[in-house]
């Protein structure tokens, strides 16, 4: 299998694109992989290379690339005009699905990225509750936005440090940072610090630092805690969203956030965020209200049409279960194939991690870090040369779609298995 093709346009792209990409979870080593299409369950590169797919565009493609349907849709949508700057009816009837979908959504609004979205929905809380703190988890990631770039210092909770030059240590200390699935840290940071917090920000699962769901009725715990000390809790659900069930991971924990916050799958792959929450909080944004929020191309009728495509063969082809069964087989077949090979096989619905470390369960970040990073970079290549495309990093999940079949799991698991045993 060559990557001459790759490796030529990595060295080219890195005289015009910073790094050679424009995310930098995209940049892997030695060189990252050129694509050029996909279609279904695979994704092709430039040196003719055919993989199957389970990064899937880090999580939005749960129908699989380029599903027949959304194309269909958005090409409709191509031929009426694809930037208009009005009010457009597509925007309401995405909406409208979304907040049946939802029953913590009564009205919400559409933005552009996920990071907006975050970003968004904190000023909200901010303005909503008058307060300034948020409360985040420690290895958490909710976009690129200053509030959200913030590290923990040591020690179980602390006021944070900036994550990255650039980020005002002024508005970092506004954000507090707490072991996730530690009950104690948050009652701890609440008793200190409860009249000061408009919110605490979380993924109902633990996704960017691999898939760790919460542990002991955790999401629970985290909607008591904030109502007790008039805080809101945003649940940020910008993968878990359309994912693991129609309406979130609120609808299988039971809870409902104060604000929610989507996107990936909610544009069907094309760019989009969205929050959105009880009326009495979203009516406080502008034009309501006074907390201000904009955006040219938000709700751009491309995007809404791939959303509204997307939920619909959702509906009709009972995506989510059926992707969901194929993440309950992966993992199983993993656990079964790979245990003697020091993985730790941790997931939920069509989300899972194969974490290479010895720890029996990864509970938290601090865990993931004690995972072999350097084996997951060989693993990610020797898996590529064998016509299986995973997420670059141990920090991110994998996905599957509902288009991924019975045999193209178990091929994938008898490679992963065959790479593992010759990395040992
Ligand atoms: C949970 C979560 N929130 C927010 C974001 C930011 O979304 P975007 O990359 O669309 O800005 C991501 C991106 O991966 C995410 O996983």
Same mark, same amino acid.
């Given at each position: 299998m ?21 995310s ?42 380029t ?39 009564d ?13 968004s ?12 703190k ?7 990631y909710?976009g ?17 440090a ?5 980020v ?9 940072v707490?072991?996730?699935?530690d009950?104690e ?5 609440f008793?200190k610090?409860?009249? &000061? ?10 996704g ?21 000390? &008039? ?17 979130g ?10 604000i929610?916050t989507?996107?990936?799958?909610a ?14 909080i979203?009516s ?14 938000s709700g ?31 993992r199983k077949m ?13 997931g ?5 991690s194969l ?14 870090q004690?995972?072999d ?12 040369k ?14 599957l779609s ?8 178990k091929?994938t698991?008898?490679k992963?298995?065959?790479v ?5």
């Open positions: 060559s990557f001459e093709n790759s490796k030529d346009l990595f060295e080219w792209s890195k005289k015009y694109l910073v790094g050679g990409v424009n930098p979870a995209r940049a892997y080593d030695p060189f990252p992989i050129f694509m050029k299409k996909a279609k279904g369950s695979k994704i092709y590169d430039k040196d003719g290379n055919e993989y199957l797919d389970y990064s899937l565009a880090f999580g939005p493609q749960i129908l699989g690339h599903h027949p349907e959304v194309k269909e849709k958005a090409k409709e949508a191509l031929e009426k005009g694809w930037a208009l700057g009005t009010a457009t009816e597509a925007e309401g009837k995405l909406a409208k699905k979304i907040t049946n979908q939802f029953s913590s959504i009205k919400l609004r559409i933005v552009n990225t996920g990071t907006e979205a975050t970003m929905a904190i000023r909200l809380a901010r303005g909503y509750t008058d307060k300034d948020i409360i985040k988890f420690d290895g958490g909710h690129s936005h200053d509030s959200v770039l913030v590290k923990a210092g040591s020690g179980a909770s602390t006021h944070g900036p994550d990255s030059p650039g005002p240590a002024d508005l970092a200390k506004h954000t507090i707490v072991p996730w699935n009950k840290a948050i009652k701890e940071v008793k610090e409860g009249e &000061n917090i408009a919110a605490l920000i979380s993924e109902p699962i633990f960017n630092t691999g898939c760790i769901p919460p542990k002991n009725n955790f999401i629970k715990f985290l909607r008591d805690i904030t109502e007790e000390n &008039n805080s809101l809790l945003i649940l940020d659900e910008v993968i878990t969203g359309f994912r693991v069930a129609r309406g991971a609120q609808e299988i924990f039971d809870v409902e956030a104060d929610t989507l996107g990936k799958i544009g069907g792959g094309f760019p989009i965020g969205i929050f959105g929450g009880k009326e009495k979203m406080e944004l502008s034009p309501q209200g006074e907390v201000y929020q904009a955006g040219t191309f751009n009728p491309l995007t809404v049409a791939g959303g509204l495509a997307t939920l619909e063969v959702q509906e009709k082809q009972n995506v989510i279960p059926k992707a969901n069964k194929n993440g309950e087989k992966i993993l656990k079964e194939e790979t245990k003697e090979l020091d993985t730790t096989i941790q939920t619905s069509s989300m899972f974490f290479l470390t010895q720890k029996d369960e990864v509970l938290n970040y601090s865990d993931v004690e995972s990073f350097e084996k997951y970079q060989k693993m990610h290549r020797e898996l590529a064998k016509g299986i495309y995973f997420p670059p990093s141990q920090y991110e999940v994998a996905f509902y288009k991924h079949t019975d045999e193209e799991i091929q698991v008898s992963i298995k065959t593992l045993e010759n990395l040992l």
